[in-house]
């Protein structure tokens, strides 16, 4: 691996050297007059920014851009720009170029240029953990990048989405997604070699740390050898650098402390420049020294990791330095403010939605609690744990979790349950050859052993940590290894009698169900427990469509076992003497349901008749434990469904009523930022509904419990504005009697709506951007500023990019409040909503009035009709008025509203214009479209719409939903027309 990184030391000056190549290359391409030259300008600026010399590259696009003529170059510029300012993690301004770009190749119908932009706005939103919204731009990003086959960018789309899935807790389809990635790449002219080494280099990263966690170090690190050597080939220091620490994570748990302290040594010298990646290493760095015993050093790289993260302002970064700090502080016996680190690293992780960490943040805190005596914490987190792992396939987060629950029944006085707990655990690290944490499992299992009374089993694995610590160099391990074996000692000395022991079988039952986390640990377990407590050689294969598939055995000895069984089902040959076979399936024999997995449990050598009993009754238990997976998994699929509620009900009791196409696709954007504090922009006309989206927003985030505090920046004089907002001390200016908390903190805890946030004075907007970048305000008379932890949503009708161009809103602040934006459309472009709103406005309205009444079909037909300039607020005042005029029971019809309301769109005309029903007998669709004489363009519209709907229902056998979906109608409004124009003399059918 050294050799990449040498490989990789001359490639700055080689860059600085093809910079001045194209820059002189470019000189001549425009004397030239040769397009090419803006070609050569765009690879620049690429260059100039991948060896961070940002701006530079933004004066590059600046030129292209002052002489583009065409909108495939001025979106390439926009797409550029974007993707200069992620590298510089200026989130706002790069959301906003990649939206411009997205805006241009919309209008000029340019699909690559979309999908491109799609992609973009995917990274920016998962740099910042927003992993729902990046999802969904990823996915379109990518459907249109494979339409246009650039399989490049789908690949590159690919890959961020396995990220994203990784984050979210879904490792299956994390792998998938980036297995398709290199499969993609793979099948290019080329293949891997050819492609752009830093994406092969990312994906195989990716795979590398996926084997990782899985517990398969071998493949990790033959993954890692061939990400080096694609990072060696970039100009890319900080991936290298992140590569070589991930190197040094996996040399770490398989013993390798030496080769681990080179790789962090190289990834040290790589990251030097970056604050983030450097705390990554460095929290590595003090694990690897607190292993060592060394607890110095551990908290001094610790605290330096916390110190660059805090740097970065990078949560995820902090997150992790507060738990490497708080893991030093418990070694060191500090354990309270060991508890409060981790307590702090835990309301991170929660509050940036890092599932696959929250898991290993709910261990830690137990462990932290069973440091300070308080079990019953430690127990809640424990099965906090558990829920949030699920079925998991992390191996060395199995064996911790296991481990924590051997040391939780130590602390309980439950010897027997510690025993079987920490066994699980030993059995889970040696399998993916974690030697440290097997060294630690053998700790906790002799402290159990003894405290059950049997100093003989407790020495067997008291030994087993000390050879492994000395081996490893684990100083303080090897202390502690050392001092039980001398109580162990001591303990046979005084030949007291044992406690009764539990049997031999009891045990192996306890480990399986101690391992029943998932059905791969179950079925490594089974054959682990053969081969070290019955002395049978054992492997597990699972019948699958393509062959027989490897669930646990020797790789050795399981492929004689498996040719032999191929032989035995393909051929119907007998098997060796010396080799049994034992079918099973996941689910009882018996039971209701039909099995749906088979396996062979296949065993080597002769098998005594009472070790045959054993092996039977432990081959029921993995029967049972299986066929319960199967039924957790039923139940939970079934409740998922149960309680999926449609989106268009899911804010109706807000007011927020919505079935058009439109709305819906505003509820699942309001759906997908649910967890995050992520800063929103409304936009939308007067009236349309924005403080009741901002309400949905609030309602449906982790801060509903707390204040929603609406504020109109419209309403306040320019000069009491800043004061409202921000607060001030008593005496601060004339007429400040006392304190005044202001807007701002008042809404501490919980969501801040700033409704016309473009009326907001100028002087005031730089103390707003303030706030929303430090989350510090500092109110008028104090000395020093205030942190208010408080999420901002804002509002406005205007249009800030022109308020922006035109001088009268600053451009910082307007990328700062548009990180996401939620546009609610007009009234009158949403049709589809007007009658349920009409309906749900009415049901409040009678309720509020006491008032039976109803609405007649005239009168709503007719309302569905109006194009509604004041929106919903109009719709509203008007249906208030309407049920305030009414009489108890009346029907409401359009005379009962404002006749103002029918000026704009007058009634449809009587006599000769209005198309009769069809005639007794005749087919509908089936003749030609028959027109009254002389018809005006009404009549004409009218006669066609009438029998397009016709011909539909007839397609559709009746069916109005179906019809209503051809049509593009809603199947309220389909419902409507049917009625007007004579059609419904059949029954409605759903």
């Known amino acids: ?44 600026a690429r260059l100039l920014a991948e060896v961070h010399r940002f701006d530079e590259a933004v004066q590059v696009l600046d030129r292209i851009a002052a002489q583009a003529a065409d909108a495939e170059t001025i979106a390439g510029v926009h797409l550029q720009r974007a993707d200069t300012y992620l590298r510089q993690h200026h989130i706002p301004r790069a959301i906003h170029e990649a939206n411009l770009a997205l805006k241009v190749g919309e209008s000029e119908r340019l699909e690559t240029v979309v999908g491109q932009a799609e992609a973009l706005l995917g990274r920016i939103y998962a740099a910042i953990d927003e992993y729902a919204i990046a999802r969904e731009h990823l996915e379109r990003g990518r459907r249109l990048l494979e339409a246009a086959r650039r399989m490049r960018g789908v690949a590159e789309c690919r890959w961020q989405l396995a990220v994203i899935a990784y984050h979210e807790g879904r490792p299956a389809e994390s792998r998938d997604e980036a297995a398709r990635a290199l499969a993609l790449l793979e099948a290019l002219p080329g293949g891997l070699a050819a492609q752009d080494p830093k994406l092969v280099g990312q994906l195989l990263d990716h795979q590398a740390f996926m084997a990782f966690e899985a517990g398969d170090l071998a493949t990790a690190l033959a993954l890692l050898e061939r990400a080096l050597s694609h990072w060696a080939q970039t100009d890319d220091r900080l991936a290298l650098g992140r590569a070589y620490d991930l190197v040094a994570d996996v040399r770490m748990c398989a013993g390798k402390w030496r080769e681990a302290e080179e790789a962090l040594g190289q990834a040290m010298s790589l990251v030097a420049d970056d604050q983030a990646a450097e705390s990554l290493v460095r929290r590595t760095a003090s694990r690897l020294r607190l292993w060592q015993g060394d607890l110095d050093a551990a908290e001094r790289q610790a605290r330096l990791a916390v110190e660059r993260a805090l740097a970065a302002g990078r949560a995820a970064a902090e997150a992790g330095g507060w738990e490497a700090l708080a893991e030093v ?9 060991a508890l409060a680190l981790f307590e702090q690293a835990t309301r991170i992780n929660a509050k940036i939605n890092r599932i696959n960490r929250l898991p290993i943040s709910h261990l830690r805190l137990a462990e932290a609690c069973l440091a300070t005596g308080d079990a019953v ?133 306890e480990s399986l169900v101690a391992a ?73 024999p018996g039971a209701d349901l039909a099995p749906m997995r088979r396996f062979f449990l296949c065993l080597s050598g002769v098998i005594a008749p009472n070790i045959a009993t054993t092996i039977e009754a432990l081959v029921h238990v993995v029967e049972f434990i299986l066929e319960n997976h199967r039924l957790r998994n039923t139940v939970r699929a079934s409740r998922a469904i149960a309680s999926s509620e449609p989106a268009a009900n899911r804010f109706a009791h807000l007011g927020l ?31 349309v509904g924005k403080e009741l989206v901002a309400r949905a927003l609030h309602a449906t985030s982790r801060r509903r419990d707390r204040v929603f505090l609406p ?31 202001g807007i701002i ?149 359009p ?65 109005v939903t179906h019809a209503a979906r051809e049509l593009g109608l809603t199947r309220q409004g389909l419902i409507l027309k049917r009625r007007r124009y004579g059609l419904e003399k059949e029954p409605l059918r759903e």
């Open 329 to 337: 502080l418990l070694a060191q016996g500090r354990n309270e403010e």
């Open 1 to 44: 691996m050294s050799d990449a990184l040498s490989a990789s030391a001359p490639r700055l000056s080689r860059h600085e050297w093809l910079v001045s190549r194209l820059q002189f290359e470019i000189g001549e391409l425009e004397q030239q007059g040769s397009p090419l030259a803006v070609e050569r300008r765009f690879e620049l």
């Open 745 to 893: 903190r008042s809404a501490a805890g919980g969501t801040l709506f700033l409704d016309e946030i473009g009326e907001l004075a100028l002087h005031v907007q730089p103390k707003l951007l303030r706030f929303l970048q430090e989350r510090e305000i500092h109110p008028v008379g104090e000395e020093k500023p205030i942190k208010v932890d408080v999420r901002v949503i804002a509002a406005t009708n205007r249009d800030l990019e022109a308020e922006v161009a035109q001088g009268r809103f600053r451009e910082d602040l307007f990328h700062r409040l548009n990180v996401v934006r939620l546009h609610v459309p007009p009234l009158r472009a949403r049709r589809e909503d007007i009658a349920p709103l009409v309906r749900h406005l009415l049901r409040e309205c009678a309720k509020r009035e006491g008032k039976n009444v109803a609405l007649s079909e005239a009168a709503l037909e007719r309302l569905c009709q109006l194009p509604w300039p004041g929106n919903v607020r109009q719709l509203k005042n008007e249906v208030e008025r309407a049920v305030a005029l009414a009489e108890p029971n009346d029907i409401l019809t």
């Open 377 to 509: 914490r430690a127990e809640a987190h424990i099965r906090r744990a558990r829920e949030l792992f699920g079925e998991t396939s992390k191996l060395h987060a199995a064996g911790l979790l296991c481990r924590l629950e051997g040391e939780l029944h130590l602390v309980r006085n439950n010897p027997s349950e510690a025993v079987t707990a920490f066994t699980q655990s030993l059995s889970m690290f040696e399998a993916a050859g974690f030697l440290y944490d097997a060294a630690t499992s053998h700790l906790g299992a002799g402290r159990a052993f003894l405290a059950l009374g049997n100093p003989a089993r407790a020495r067997l694995h008291l030994e087993a940590a000390q050879r492994l610590f000395m081996e490893l160099g684990a100083q303080r391990g090897l202390a502690q290894a050392m001092q039980l074996l001398a109580d162990a000692q001591r303990a046979d000395e005084r030949d007291r009698p044992l406690a009764p022991a539990p049997s031999l079988d009891a045990l192996l039952v």
């Open 711 to 741: 504020f109109n920046c419209a309403a306040i004089p320019a000069e009491l504005v800043e004061s409202r907002l921000f607060g001030h001390r008593q005496g601060a200016f004339t007429g400040a009697n006392k304190d005044a908390l």
């Open 516 to 588: 029943s986390t998932t059905p791969d640990l179950l079925l490594r377990e089974l054959v682990i427990l053969l081969r070290d407590e019955l002395r049978v050689n054992a492997a597990i294969f699972e019948q699958m469509p393509d062959g027989l598939r490897l669930h646990a055995g020797s790789a050795g000895p399981a492929e004689r076992m498996r040719r032999a069984l191929e032989s035995s089902l393909h051929d119907e040959r007998s098997l060796p003497d010396d080799l049994t076979v034992r079918t099973f399936n996941d689910v009882r």
């Open 657 to 687: 009523v919505c079935e058009s196409p439109a709305m819906l696709s505003v509820v699942e954007r309001i759906e997908k930022i649910r967890s995050s504090d992520v800063t929103v922009l409304i936009t939308g006309e007067s009236g």
């Open 895 to 959: 005379d009962h509203f404002s006749p103002e309301l029918w000026l704009a769109t007058p009634p449809m005309p009587s006599g000769a214009h209005r198309i009769p029903p069809l005639p007794p007998g005749g087919r509908r669709g089936t003749g030609e479209l028959v027109l009254p004489s002389r018809p005006t363009l009404s009549a004409a519209v009218e006669a066609l719409e009438r029998q397009m709907i016709a011909e539909a229902l007839e397609r559709h056998h009746g069916n």
